[in-house]
């Protein structure tokens, strides 16, 4: 996905961004599942020379739009913690804390802590777990094929084993304290 990156805006007609849509969709799910995979992957590679500049000025503009919502989150942010802080400084004695909708325990900021409390959000508790995919009709998928099937994802996600080994080489010797 991250060389087959373009936007509707890309191109010209619907019909033609479907339609790079299903080729990208047929690419994963050729390398999730183990089909032709050196074909796939040789397709990958053509496709990344042959529109390298279009790939790169998609990265940038990816860039350029994550780095906004970041200044405008930021400023939002900002501008709670302001309010937050004139409503602190305006009841003096208060500790800050409000009952929310329906009794929820919604607190703003405690007076004299510079640290903000996450918000509850709605009203209803945290969501549900979509429940598990049904393969063979009763919900239960053989183990092996389960396996075979998260490698493949994973794989295809980019992650490789190398870097678990990796990673846990660098926090085993990142915690070693030497006198």
Not at 110 to 139: D, I, K
Request: proline fraction near 6%.
């Amino acid at each position: 996905m991250s060389r087959y990156n373009k936007g509707e805006d890309d191109f010209p007609t619907l019909r033609e961004y479907n339609d790079y849509l299903e080729e990208t969709e047929d690419i994963v799910f050729n390398l999730v599942e183990g089909i032709d995979v050196q074909g796939t992957e040789a397709r990958i590679a053509l496709y990344q020379e042959e529109h390298a500049e279009q790939i790169i000025a998609s990265r940038a503009k990816k860039a350029e739009r994550i780095s906004a919502s970041f200044r405008a989150a930021n400023a939002k942010r900002n501008q709670d913690k302001e309010a937050d802080l004139e409503q602190v400084k305006e009841a003096p004695g208060s500790t800050g804390i409000q009952a929310g909708a329906a009794g929820q325990y919604a607190p703003s900021m405690v007076a004299g802590s510079m640290f903000m409390q996450p918000r509850p959000m709605g009203p209803g508790g945290q969501p549900m777990p979509l429940g598990t995919s049904t393969y063979n009709g009763e919900g239960i998928e053989d183990p092996a094929a389960q396996k075979i099937r998260e490698e493949r994802g994973a794989r295809a996600g980019g992650w490789t084993p190398e870097l678990g080994r990796k990673r846990a080489f660098e926090e085993a010797f990142c915690s070693v304290w030497v006198n």
